[in-house]
């Protein structure tokens, strides 16, 4: 399969594409300023330029989007649209395009977090972003075309990640990234569509 993989660079990104390559796909690897294709999926002029440049594909995977940690009474426009326009808007104008240049029978894959589910110190906007996420995942899955589908994976804290995050993560089961990258594969090899597939740990995703 042709995959876009947005965030290719990241923590998950380079497990996902790892993954995606060892079983024989092709993976464009998308970023603001790494990849084989630049893009800021915050601007919709941007994502259309990109998926011109590239055509159809089979799959399209999101890992990343940024979003502020403050505690609520700090929040400020700026903090709640840093989330908005990056992880939210960002994900959202990715399937709206990239529907448009997906094959039939395709799958999008969307990334969350456990935020939404547990709440952690700061995690306000995260959790909130990540919520709504998940039921725009769950909303557009029946107006999906082709039959294509859409899914996004919820992760636990990574492994890789845990000393970067550890203070809002204290007592938390992690993921390693490897281990993660499994739950994107399921979503794009399988049959589930409009599921929020939860990675909580090790174990792998519910
Ligand atoms: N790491 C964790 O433990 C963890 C746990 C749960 C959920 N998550 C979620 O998973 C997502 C990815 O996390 P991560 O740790 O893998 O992120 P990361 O290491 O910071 O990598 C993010 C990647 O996304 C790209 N990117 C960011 N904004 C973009 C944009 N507007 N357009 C195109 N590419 C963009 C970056 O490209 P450039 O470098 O070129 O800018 C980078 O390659 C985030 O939403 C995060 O909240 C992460």
Avoid: C
Wanted: no cysteine; charged share 15%; net charge neutral.
């Amino acid at each position: 399969m042709k995959i876009l993989v947005v965030g290719a660079a990241g923590n998950i990104g380079q497990a996902v594409t790892q993954l995606l390559k060892a079983e024989g796909h092709q993976v464009i690897q998308v970023g603001r300023t790494r990849g084989d294709l630049l893009m800021d999926i915050r601007d919709p002029n941007s994502l259309q330029q990109g998926f011109n440049q590239l055509g159809k594909v089979d799959a399209i995977i999101a890992a990343m989007g940024d979003v502020a940690f403050k505690p609520f009474d700090q929040l400020d426009q700026a903090d709640w649209q840093k989330g908005i326009q990056s992880k939210l808007l960002g994900q959202i104008q990715l399937v709206q395009v990239g529907s448009q240049f997906l094959n039939a029978g395709g799958s999008i894959t969307l990334t969350s977090g456990i935020i939404a589910d547990v709440p952690v110190k700061d995690g306000v906007s995260a959790a909130t972003i990540n919520g709504a996420l998940e039921h725009f995942v769950a909303a557009v899955a029946n107006e999906l075309t082709h039959q294509q589908r859409i899914n996004i994976v919820s992760p636990t804290v990574l492994t890789e990640s845990y000393t970067a995050y550890r203070d809002y993560f204290a007592g938390f089961s992690t993921i390693d990234a490897d281990i993660l990258a499994k739950t994107y594969l399921r979503s794009v090899m399988g049959r589930e569509n409009g599921r929020t597939l939860k990675a909580f740990s090790n174990a792998g995703a519910v």
